[in-house]
């Protein structure tokens, strides 16, 4: 086989030498080529090209301005083929189709310089390195939302007095939830814009509260995530406090909602004196607190649905809807099983069921409630949302796999009445949560089976449209209550009956 | 805590002040024995952190033969080989002696020097001449053909261009530069704009100051025929930039970054004269026909400098044709690199824009902090030499400066100002 050198020159055809390096390379690639340039026929380029022994009597007269196109391969028509390629090349010598390579800063600092006019930075890293990056927001003059989790106390207080000193919001850590200015960050429904200002110490709370506000025609100002520890001692409350302020001098804020579990007295005591101060009307749901000492512009609500009504003008003593007709249930049947994704809808479920004098134990148990391990109570709430379920895996918000094992094992034994889920829907949950857990019931069969019985979180406007995560519960012989208390409440009548 | 964090803040900005204020002019060609006295005979100035004989590349090697052939120390390669191993030449880093020189970067007694003059400090830089593409001793080139263009280059067109220069004011460099980035150069693998300028800024002064005619045409086509001609220039300006800007306590800028083909290596204000070394990495890259990643040397030279200015990768948004050496080539990665390498720099050149970028200011000031904080890597657009001495250049590309240099150098700086 002998090899074949064939040279082109295009007369006064330029091109930068690394697009004609690029094009070198592809066409070198090529079938049959044992190595091939695109050169401008400088002096130096022809002599690279001797070197290479890819210049024939074609290319050495070319001038500096004039493009070589040297190939060398096994036989002829390989040669030809690849100086056919190259001259296709030429002739279109874009690099690319057009794509625009997308910019996404690395740093705080390059984004500002990007967006200087933006007020608020969302933090989501690994969580000892949370509060560093919150701390340069802050001293930039942001407001900071954290989303991550596993952030030292210590941390965490540290952080809120500085951005208390430098009046600056923290919301968070592990702050899932926020909406301002009808943006929604993080876990949040698609609500409308509205008179209502939520505080909030939970996600799932905020959540239900704000979608519970939207099916009753009204909407929400802004919805304040503040961290799950912030009304605790060492804490003292001060983003909630901070937040109270910011709802009280905006005018947007006709009305205040706050949420959060039972703080500590002192802290409850400091948030309620400056909520007397707000002048707006306010409602405060401590879920599974007992009734306490209200300020007279102020509330108390016992459930997240009660909270909502009341924020919106509806009294809280409205009589829920009552438990739709249910097939008998079988004697030996008496337990209730919760299976929650959300931490404050397993709270409020627990508030609901002591109301109704049912003992319960839970994960997260309440003020009144048995920690599960006692196994005190007949009826048990678990929280698949807490650390022990979703180390090393996703919260069953996000992938409600999480939450298969617990929904077969609860069909499977032969104690349990009824099965209370939540399905909970928005921006960044599960794209279709019912339809799982729909799947996750039927795979589990059984003609002789508990009573299941879960609420939607959601709104018509979520990406998962409540409308049709309901029809999909339904479909599986799920009965669909109103809200989570109410799905609680119907839980309590099934048993009780 | 918050008082040190005030005290590298105030340090900073005093540096980049220093930076931005440079006034950098082109003032004269003259022999490098009598720009840098302390250059003795028998001593080599090579590019990068200090390195000897026995952990020097193959390129470097080979233009160490070369130039002890070309300074008459030796009568042949093979000698000087011999010699360099026997410990005949002192062996110095060309930044401990105001000095640059790009990949193998040999500065020796009789090589003219550019002088580049700091007119706001008063202080002198020096870089060689720019040989040309091909053969060359940068690349480790040290074959006859080498050694009669760098005796061509000190006999007939050094002391042309220094009669040029010392005719007139000398040429100011900083407006120079920022008309060549609007002409798509970056000034490290881009020069063509620039090159076009110098000589349009050259070539009366030499035309009127010329001995002899076919001289003076030998001169002008060298410049002309040559795109890389101002790389060196824009060397010794970067040099001249941010030699004021050592040695200010409690400053994080990195003054000066550098590679001997062997190790990186970068210096820091508030750190003095240490140099923090890495070993270098290899540029990811396109090669000439007939080469490929086999062949090539690790990355190489003191031209590091023009990105410790804010130029080359750092300007990468200038010159898009040179981010084809990596991905998809398209002008608006070529903008990210740009914009990457504002995430670890303090600040942007206002005298030094990029049209295509709105006129965003190139990057300026490295700060140690940063680059450790962000994981993000100096780009560098470099040349590629071959392995083995004496073949020279085989292809071009971006390399990132080793990390490692830049958490010894924050390690460092932390005992100094006593953080632990």
């Known amino acids: 086989m002998s090899r074949v050198i064939v040279n082109r020159v295009r007369k006064g055809l330029y091109l930068d030498s690394v697009a004609l390096m690029r094009f070198s390379r592809s066409i070198a690639g090529l079938a049959g080529v044992e190595e091939a340039a695109l050169m401008m026929g400088t002096p130096a380029n022809l002599g690279i090209l001797v070197e290479a022994g890819l210049l024939d009597g074609a290319g050495e007269h070319a001038k500096g301005g004039d493009l070589v196109i040297a190939v060398r391969a096994r ?4 040669a030809d083929a690849a100086v056919a390629k190259a001259g296709e090349l030429l002739d279109q010598p874009r690099l690319t189709r057009g794509e625009t390579a997308a910019w996404r800063p690395r740093t705080l600092r390059a984004a500002l310089n990007q967006v200087p006019e933006a007020t608020l930075a969302l933090i989501s890293v690994p969580g000892d390195f949370a509060a560093a990056e919150a701390r340069k927001a802050i001293r930039r003059g942001l407001d900071a939302m954290i989303f991550s989790d596993n952030v030292p106390l210590a941390d965490e207080v540290a952080l809120k007095r500085e951005a208390r000193d430098l009046g600056r919001l923290v919301m968070g850590p592990d702050c899932g939830t926020a909406i301002i200015n009808g943006v929604p960050l993080a876990f949040a429904n698609r609500v409308p814009s509205g008179a209502v200002g939520i505080i909030g110490a939970s996600g799932t709370g905020i959540q239900e509260v704000s979608c519970l506000i939207a099916r009753n025609g009204a909407g929400i100002s802004h919805a304040i995530g503040v961290g799950g520890r912030d009304l605790s001692e060492a804490v003292g409350g001060i983003s909630t406090l901070r937040a109270l302020d910011m709802l009280a001098r905006d005018p947007a804020s006709e009305r205040v909602v706050l949420i959060s579990k039972p703080p500590a007295p002192e802290v409850s005591a400091r ?9 707006k009307p306010a409602t405060v749901c401590f879920v599974g607190a007992p009734p306490m000492a209200m300020p007279a512009n102020a509330v108390q609500a016992f459930t997240l649905r009660e909270a909502a009504l009341r924020s919106v003008g509806v009294s809280g003593e409205t009589p829920p809807p009552a438990l739709p007709p249910v097939p008998t249930i079988a004697p030996g049947r008496r337990e209730i099983r919760g299976l929650f994704s959300g931490g404050t809808l397993c709270a409020e479920a627990q508030a609901v069921m002591l109301a109704g004098k049912i003992a319960v134990a839970s994960n997260a148990p309440i003020p009144g409630a048995a920690p599960a391990s006692t196994g005190a109570a007949e009826s048990l709430l678990l ?27 609860a069909m499977a034994d ?38 299941l019985i879960a609420s939607v979180t959601g709104t018509e406007a ?16 799920i009965l669909v209550a109103p809200s989570n208390a109410d799905a609680a409440r119907w839980a309590c009548e099934a048993v009780q009956r | 805590m918050n008082d040190i964090a005030g005290r590298i803040e105030t340090a900073n900005r005093e540096a980049l002040g220093r930076m931005i204020a440079g006034d950098p002019v082109l003032v004269d060609v003259i022999p490098a024995a009598e720009a840098i006295p302390s250059l003795q005979d028998r001593m080599i100035l090579h590019a990068g952190p200090p390195v000897d004989w026995e952990r020097m590349c193959g390129p470097m090697r080979g233009a160490v033969a070369g130039i002890a052939v070309f300074e008459g120390w030796a009568p042949d390669l093979e000698t000087a080989n011999r010699m360099a191993g026997e410990g005949a030449f002192d062996f110095r880093p060309n930044h401990h002696f105001d000095a640059v020189g790009p990949m193998t970067g040999m500065t020796t007694i009789s090589q003219p020097v550019m002088v580049v003059e700091n007119r706001a400090f008063g202080n002198r830089a020096y870089c060689t001449i720019n040989e040309g593409l091909g053969k060359v001793m940068r690349f480790g080139g040290n074959d006859a053909e080498v050694l009669d263009r760098l005796r061509w280059l000190r006999d007939g067109f050094g002391p042309a261009m220094g009669r040029a ?30 090159t076009g300028l110098m000589l349009r800024a050259l070539s009366p002064a030499m035309a009127a100051s010329a001995g002899d005619l076919d001289g003076l045409a030998r001169a002008l086509a060298f410049i002309g025929g040559n795109d890389q001609f101002f790389l060196n220039i824009a ?22 970054m550098s590679r001997n083909g062997t190790e990186f290596g970068i210096r820091v204000s508030g750190t003095g004269d240490t140099w923090f070394t890495a070993p270098v990495e290899m540029p990811e890259g396109l090669y000439f026909p007939g080469f490929t990643e086999a062949d090539a040397n690790p990355d190489m030279g003191d031209s590091t400098i023009v990105e410790t200015v804010g130029l080359g990768g750092f ?24 914009r990457s390498m504002a995430e670890i720099t303090l600040g942007e050149n206002p005298e030094w824009t990029i049209p295509a970028m709105d006129y965003r200011g190139v990057p300026s000031g490295i700060d140690i902090r940063l680059v450790v904080e962000t994981g993000l890597a100096p780009t560098i657009n470099t040349g590629i030499a071959h392995r083995e001495p004496g073949i020279g250049q085989v292809g071009a590309g971006v390399v990132r400066a080793p990390l490692a240099c830049f958490h010894q150098a924050l390690r460092a700086f932390a005992d100094r100002m006593g953080v632990s």
């Open chain 1, 75 to 78: 036989d002829g028509d390989s």
């Open chain 1, 271 to 279: 948030v309620l004196e400056k909520l007397s101060g707000i002048g």
């Open chain 1, 383 to 409: 929280d698949m949302g807490d650390d022990s379920y979703t180390r090393g895996r996703p919260h069953p918000m996000i992938d409600p796999e999480v939450r298969d094992d617990a929904v077969r094992q």
């Open chain 1, 414 to 451: 032969p104690s349990v009445a009824v099965i209370l889920a939540d399905i909970v829907l928005g921006f960044g949950a599960h794209g279709d949560p019912a339809g799982h857990l729909a799947r996750a019931v039927r795979a589990a069969g059984g003609a002789e089976r508990a009573l």
């Open chain 1, 462 to 477: 979520d990406p998962q449209i409540r409308s049709v995560q309901i029809a999909k519960l339904e479909e599986a012989g």
């Open chain 2, 165 to 194: 220069l010392r005719s007139g004011e000398g040429i100011p460099l900083k407006p120079l530069v920022a008309r060549g980035l609007t002409m798509g150069d970056e000034m490290h693998q881009r020069n063509v704009g620039c």
């Open chain 2, 235 to 256: 060397m010794a300006m970067g040099k001249a930039i941010m030699d004021p800007v050592r040695d200010i306590e409690a400053s994080t800028i990195v003054t000066a």
């Open chain 2, 315 to 338: 300007a990468m948004g200038a010159a898009p044709a040179v981010a084809g050496f990596v991905g998809a080539g398209t002008a608006s990665e070529a903008a990210n690199f740009t």
